[in-house]
């Protein structure tokens, strides 16, 4: 109800005033909306400023980061490559110490392989003078029978051993062979 008295008997009064009134009012109302939509752009933009701002900060985490992690795996790799080439030298030098001892065993085995067949040759020659001693045991073995059918006087033991004998006679030893030939001649004689 005031504002009816109030605007009922100045309503006259007002009226220039309010016409005045107008642009200002309206100036100020743009003035308003401007400061308004001009902080609002600024709020707009210092929130996107800090959102960058943000994001950059992100991405420097993210890159350190990354390049912490790139630097342990490169070390690792490196530590790595080193106990690899460790290794590897370990096992050339392994390797050389094989075939030096590969040579050394093939040296051996070449020494061994000449005595191994030294003592065959040896073998063989024993044998040989063994089989020679043989016949010679069996030729004197023969003998002796002979000797004693010679020394007894039995004329049919002396016959059948004669041919023993005249066959042996080679292969008794030069004492023997002197005394088989003066049996043999008295007993064909």
Known sequence: MKFQKRGDGNATEKAP???????????KSEQSV????TILFTVAFLLVLLSYF??????????????????????QAQINIDKLQNYSL??????????DDKKELEERIDTMSEVLDEI?????????EIAEL???????DTYMKFREAYLTDDREE???????????????PDEYKEEVTAMLNEING
Do not use: C
């Open 120 to 128: 065959r040759v040896g073998l063989l020659e024993k044998n040989q």
């Open 54 to 75: 943000i994001q950059q900060r992100r991405n420097a985490n993210t890159i350190d980061s990354i390049n912490e992690e790139h630097s342990q795996a490169t070390m």
């Open 90 to 99: 370990k096992l050339e030098t392994e390797i050389d110490e094989l075939e």
């Open 17 to 27: 005033l309010d016409e005045k009134e107008a642009p200002k009012s309206q100036r």
């Open 158 to 172: 002396l016959e059948r051993l004669k041919e023993s004998v005249e066959a042996i006679a080679e292969k008794l």
């Open 34 to 37: 401007i400061v308004y939509v």
């Open 134 to 140: 043989t016949e010679q045991i069996s030729a004197i």
